[in-house]
Structures are given as structure tokens and as C-alpha cells.
């Protein structure tokens, strides 16, 4: 069965390091989803890509965080630099069409610590 | 702002009763909710979801309820197993520019042997 691919699975870094994380999503998969998740809550968009383009990004922290799929396949997320806050789950998810009823499918996470 | 929540953040049942699982929502737009089972470790799993013109639907061991009247979604697990311990989250999808997921904060399942 397909599945979205995630690396690295841990992270540990101090703050003001950069950091960088990677997504695979379903083969032919249009939509892609950054998620972060702090511990104990629900997971919140950060950044939703169509293809190679941005369609949200409204909730991104452009100060610090930037990302790209620049084929419109994988994609990276980059935090520069590191905060404390920052220490969370990053999830990335993929749809077929990023249409209202596409399931979304989630990949293992990127689990974040910040010192 | 808009969100989903839930009304209990955790829930003991014994093994082979079943489970209920609350969840309210505030968005009357949404038209589409979807429940989510995270494991301990892992990226949340897809378990059901319904649109708003329905009121119920069925999968194996699972049943969502709908009620709009009061932005009521709720999760039914029928003889519940070891294995449905995780942390149940709903998620509605709301149109805000684009449409996305909105999910809530979460109900940890445990199951008592």
C-alpha cells in the first residue's frame, strides 16, 4: 500500500540552528499538507501546496519557516532559525485533488526537539 | 475563531464493550468531517468519514453520526479491541480561502483488559 514518506523521523537541534525535513507523497498525489502538531493537540496547516504551487500558507511563520516542491513531487520544510517553540510533530499529508472530500493521508511525522 | 473540539479528552472502556466518541463542531459551512486515529508515534489514520447531507454511515466496527441540528459528530466503535487504544481526533473541513482541515484537540481511547 502506498504511504507518505517522511525523514528524518527524529530531530534534535539547539535554537537558532536551521532545520529541514522531507516529504514523499502518494504517487500522483496533486495536493501535499504541512502539519505541525504540538504534544496533545490537533494538528494545524501550516502550508498546503497544488502541484508545485502554494494555495495556503496563511498560517506559516514566513520569518522562520519556509517550504517549496519545486517539481511538484516531494517537498522540504525549512525552519531557520530554531526556536524553543518550534519543538512539535511536523506531519505531512497528501491528497488526490485537494478537494473537499479527498481523504488525506498522513505520514509518520518529524518529531522536533528544540534546546 | 472557528474550530472543532471535543467535549471528554479521555475514555476508559473495557475490552469488547463500545466506545463512543464526542465531538462538536462550530463551522455550519462545513461539508465534509472525517475521523482520524493517531496511534502513539505515528501520523493519523484515516478511520470514516461523512458528508453534511448525510446523518450516518457505516464501516467495519465504526459508525460517524451527524447531527447539524446541533454540530454534533460522534464515533461509535463496536467491541472494542487492545488494539483501538490511540487518540481519536475530528476534523472538519472548512472553506477559509482555500478549503482545509480543521481538527480538534483530541480523545485518548484506552482499553481495559
Known amino acids: 500500500e502506498a504511504e507518505v514518506a517522511q525523514s528524518p523521523r527524529y530531530k534534535i537541534t539547539e535554537k537558532s540552528q536551521a532545520v529541514a525535513f522531507w516529504c514523499d507523497p502518494i504517487?500522483?498525489?496533486?495536493?501535499l499538507y504541512w502539519y505541525r502538531q504540538i504534544l496533545g493537540q490537533g494538528p494545524e496547516l501550516l502550508v498546503q501546496f497544488q502541484d508545485e504551487s502554494v494555495v495556503d500558507d496563511s498560517q506559516l511563520p514566513k520569518d522562520r519557516f519556509s517550504a517549496e516542491r519545486l517539481k511538484g513531487v516531494d517537498s522540504t520544510l525549512k525552519i531557520q532559525p530554531a526556536e524553543l517553540g518550534d519543538s512539535a510533530m511536523y506531519l505531512c499529508?497528501?491528497?488526490?485533488?485537494?478537494?473537499?472530500?479527498?481523504?488525506?493521508?498522513f505520514g509518520p511525522g518529524t518529531r522536533l526537539t528544540v534546546l | 475563531g472557528e474550530s472543532v473540539g471535543l467535549h471528554l479528552p479521555t475514555l476508559s472502556v473495557q475490552e469488547g464493550d463500545n466506545s463512543i466518541i464526542n465531538c462538536a463542531y462550530s463551522n455550519s459551512a462545513s461539508d465534509y468531517f472525517i475521523w482520524y486515529k493517531q496511534e502513539s508515534g505515528k501520523g493519523p489514520q484515516f478511520i470514516i468519514d461523512?458528508?453534511?447531507?448525510?446523518d450516518k454511515r457505516q464501516g467495519q466496527r465504526v459508525t460517524v453520526l451527524l447531527n447539524k441540528t446541533v454540530k454534533h459528530l460522534s464515533l461509535q466503535i463496536a467491541a472494542t479491541q487492545p488494539g483501538d487504544s490511540a487518540v481519536y481526533f475530528c476534523a472538519e473541513n472548512v472553506i477559509q480561502g482555500a478549503q482545509k482541515l480543521v481538527f480538534g484537540q483530541g480523545t485518548r481511547l484506552t482499553i481495559n483488559p
Open positions: 504517487s500522483g498525489h496533486a495536493t
Open positions: 461523512i458528508r453534511s447531507n448525510m
Open positions: 499529508a497528501s491528497s488526490l485533488r485537494g478537494q473537499g472530500s479527498d481523504t488525506q493521508y
